[in-house]
């Protein structure tokens, strides 16, 4: 590592000194904006940190499709040699995985202290993993050496400096994750600086910089970064928890202060606040900073690709997630939303098609002409002005009954519909009919049954769900037993018609919403229920209304399907 040098070139940069310039509103160095940043996907590691995010291999593998599909560089596939699962993944990464734009990663640690690294399992484990880039974590705060690993300063560089060497031997690329590297820099920046020089000096091929409790602040980071990149021409990387909000911001000062690989997760994921997300760090660097990321024309899959791995991780989309959000372009309220047709970047920081996402138009009962018109604009459907009046009048009826469309956008995209004359002919239904049996749980283990658990809640609670329906010429009574009604009538009614629509395979219910309106009438008040669908990549969300919570479970449930069905085909 260096400590003077007027010019440093790595990863398709060239940084010139430009001390005092006034571009930037920054009193230290500040060097031009890389061409590109590599990004670098750490779901399969440190995502899955988060808690109830819990991945099979499987899910594994097909997260890293995705993340392939969007075009990262990187994909941290776990740390081979902690657990069977991410043993199991690196094997069958080897033989399954077909990445076209990725390299993966394997994560471990240095060797362990007073350990020759030819004997260290973690380091062999790496080797064993077959990945072509190891990332290792070493600590680069002085307390943490003294505290957690109990030995000296001096051990634990020649901790990093011998894996590094090590790993090298073995043609294996290797960065460095410098762990707690922002509170280490403050404390004991010469041991923090020491740390990346071993590795440096040892053949690392990037130097991350962590800041893992996430609780730094941009000016900090910023400092940081440009004080190391000062000292040192190997690649850097920055790796952010998002403890203090800051992990996006953080990321993007490290950038514009030197570095060129950026470390998170797409959605954010990670424990505590997470990871930088990635969702937000791509299009801000590529389509604010114009710092290539992701191929660029693959930008407008982030939408799609992070919805899709928020369902793999079976973990509800965050509808105001920035970027890739279900509600992070929509727009509501008479005014504002006329503006919004006439000029979009008036209300818009950027174009929402450039990431996938889509300008939607919020419809309510306080809409009017202009915002409904609008929203059959953006259907594609043609609404004249006669139709528009009866929808407006039907909408704001029903909303006094207690339907809210604004949160329903699948429901009303049907009222729509329909207003134009359609009607969904893909099953017609005769009845539907759920039981609800409360026995006493010895009772149903009694029974035989092999699993006395089906269908059974821990109160010994079995809800059975009968559906008739017509498809075509056929009528089809089918029956499922659920852990609710819901789940009841949604099993019966996949039953009934599943065969004759497969597109039904891919769309599966992941949230479920009941809301007592006028609570002053106790039990005879009104349900409101939501249902939330998805095929993977869209979600959508249905509502139903009743006094019977049933009857406005199956609204929603209905709505539900039908529109699944009539976006799959
Ligand atoms: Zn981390």
């Known amino acids: 590592m260096s400590t003077s040098g007027e010019t440093h070139s790595h990863g398709g940069r060239t940084h010139t000194h430009a001390h005092g310039h006034s571009a930037h509103a ?14 670098f996907d750490t779901i399969l590691r440190d995502g899955s940190q988060q808690e109830g995010l819990s991945l099979t291999v499987d899910d594994k593998l097909r997260v890293a499709e995705q993340l392939d599909h969007l075009g990262v560089t990187f994909i941290e596939g776990g740390w081979p040699g902690a657990n069977p699962k991410d043993i199991e993944f690196f094997a069958r990464a080897k033989k399954e995985l077909k990445l076209g734009t990725a390299t993966l990663v394997a994560f471990g640690s240095t060797r362990r202290a ?22 290792i974590v070493a600590k680069s705060w002085d307390r943490h050496v003294a505290e957690a690993l109990r030995t000296s300063l001096d051990e634990a560089v020649a901790m990093v400096a011998d894996s590094v060497r090590y790993l090298r031997e073995h043609d294996l690329r290797v960065f460095l994750d410098a762990e707690h590297f922002f509170d280490g820099y403050r404390g004991n920046p010469d041991f923090a600086i020491r740390v990346l020089a071993a590795a440096e000096e040892a053949g690392a091929d990037a130097l991350v910089l962590c800041d893992t409790n996430g609780g730094s602040l941009p000016d900090d980071v910023g400092q940081a970064v440009a004080d190391v990149r000062e000292r ?29 690989q950026v470390q998170g997760c797409v959605n954010g994921y990670g424990e505590r606040a997470g990871n930088t997300d990635l969702s937000a760090a791509i299009p801000n660097l590529s389509l604010k900073l114009n710092i290539r990321t992701i191929p660029a024309e693959r930008l407008e899959r982030l939408t799609p690709v992070a919805h899709h791995i928020a369902e793999l991780v079976n973990i509800a989309p965050n509808a105001q997630q920035p970027y890739v959000g279900n509600s992070v372009f929509a727009h509501k309220g008479g005014l504002h939303t006329s503006a919004v047709a006439r000029s979009a970047d008036l209300y818009e920081h950027v174009q929402p098609n450039l990431v996938g996402n889509g300008t939607r138009v919020v419809v309510s009962e306080m809409a009017g002409r202009s915002t409904l018109a609008m929203k059959a604009d953006e259907l594609g459907l043609e609404l004249d002005g006669e139709v528009i009046g009866r929808v407006l009048d039907q909408l704001k009826h029903l909303e006094h009954e207690g339907y809210h469309f604004e949160v329903a956008d699948g429901s009303l995209e049907l009222l729509l519909r329909r207003a134009t004359g359609w009607t969904a002919d893909f099953f017609t239904v005769e009845s539907f009919r759920v039981i609800t049996d409360h026995a006493s749980p010895d009772a149903a283990n009694a029974s035989g049954e092999t699993d006395p658990m089906d269908g059974v809640d821990a109160l010994g609670v079995t809800t059975e769900a009968t559906v008739k329906v017509h498809v075509g010429p056929d009528r089809i009574v089918a029956t499922a037993e659920g852990n609710g009604p819901v789940n009841a009538l949604d099993g019966a009614l996949r039953g009934a018609i599943g065969a004759k629509f497969p597109a039904l395979d891919h769309i599966h219910l992941t949230d479920y919403r009941v809301r007592v309106l006028d609570t002053g009438r106790g039990t005879g008040a009104v349900t409101r229920v939501l249902v939330d669908t998805t095929d993977g990549e869209r979600t959508w969300t249905t509502i139903g209304v009743s006094e019977n919570i049933i009857e406005a479970s199956w609204q929603a449930l209905y709505d539900s399907i039908v529109f699944g069905l009539l976006h799959a085909t």
């Open 232 to 260: 040192t021409s190997a690649q850097l990387g920055i790796h952010c928890h998002n403890d203090a909000g800051c992990a996006v911001a953080n990321s993007l000062v490290a950038v514009q202060a030197g570095a060129t």
């Open 114 to 135: 007073g350990v020759k690294p030819e004997a260290d399992t973690v380091l062999a484990n790496l080797i064993e993993a077959g990945a072509p880039v190891a990332c």
């Open 26 to 39: 920054h009193d230290y160095y500040v060097p031009d904006l890389p061409e590109s940043v590599d990004i």
